[in-house]
């Protein structure tokens, strides 16, 4: 369970840098991806 939720926060954080960089696309499927994390833990 842990190592699915450490690896969202870290899409997250990605997700951030990216979003400030304006990379919208690649912000929103690190964001998509994190909540399929999230959902995945037990």
Do not use: I, N, T
């Not at 870290?10 to 399929?36: I, N, P, V």
């Amino acid at each position: 369970m842990q190592d699915f939720v450490a690896k969202a926060g870290r899409f997250l954080k990605s997700a951030e840098h990216l979003l400030a960089l304006g990379d919208y696309d690649s912000c929103a499927s690190r964001c998509d991806y994190a909540m399929f994390l999230w959902l995945r833990q037990p």
